[in-house]
């Protein structure tokens, strides 16, 4: 059977495939946490990739050492995340948690961004902090330490959105959600990366 590759506008997936046709491939960003970090569990981007590509995974990039993959694939969304832990855990030997985004999540992520956030880096900081079921945003929240006057925080969809001022930085509550038991199903990224991807994603089906 004849496989349709995706076609599609910027930001969003393309439509499915006629009756006749193959499976679609639909375009994923898997965020991998913990790689690379303070010496533990490196691997290079290049070995990453090679990895992938193993697996079955397609037309698969790198963006920059902290663990960032594109890839594309027919299997269900469902099994993405446990299928590529699994794989990083043979290869490097210890877990690795990885949150995966489809291309039309990580779009509509930017999309919902709060009015301003990440347009002025000088500033503010922004990140994004991306969860991973069965954390839930409403959770999350609860364990967003904030200082008024430096932080704040706003609910998305799957993800936290957080901003903290430059000239303040070191007066940041942020850092402290790392000492809660919810931050072992979070991964961050700041806003240059988040919409560095999703450029990378659209590029592909352009």
Not at 120 to 142: C, F
Request: contains cysteine; charged residues 25%.
């Amino acid at each position: 059977m004849r496989t349709m590759r995706r076609i599609g506008t910027r930001g969003e997936p393309a439509p499915r495939a006629p009756a006749g046709y193959g499976p679609i491939m639909s375009r994923y960003a898997a965020l991998l946490r913990g790689i690379n970090v303070g010496g533990k569990n490196l691997i290079s981007m290049a070995d990453l990739r090679v990895e992938f590509e193993r697996a079955g995974f397609e037309a698969v990039q790198t963006y920059i050492q902290s663990g960032n993959v594109l890839f594309e694939t027919d299997r269900p969304r469902a099994e993405l995340e446990g299928s590529i832990e699994s794989l990083l855990a043979d290869r490097i030997g210890c877990p690795v948690l990885v949150v995966v985004r489809s291309h039309r999540q990580l779009a509509t992520i930017v999309k919902a961004a709060p009015d301003g956030f990440g347009t002025d880096p000088n500033t503010s900081l922004s990140d994004v902090v991306y969860l991973k079921a069965p954390l839930t945003v409403k959770q999350a929240m609860r364990v967003v330490a904030l200082r008024e006057g430096v932080d704040r925080a706003w609910a998305g969809t799957g993800v936290l959105y957080f901003e903290r001022r430059v000239d303040r930085r070191s007066q940041s509550r942020f850092s402290r959600v790392a000492s809660t038991p919810q931050y072992h199903l979070m991964t961050i990224r700041n806003w240059s990366t988040t919409t560095k991807l999703l450029a990378m994603l659209d590029d592909r089906t352009t």
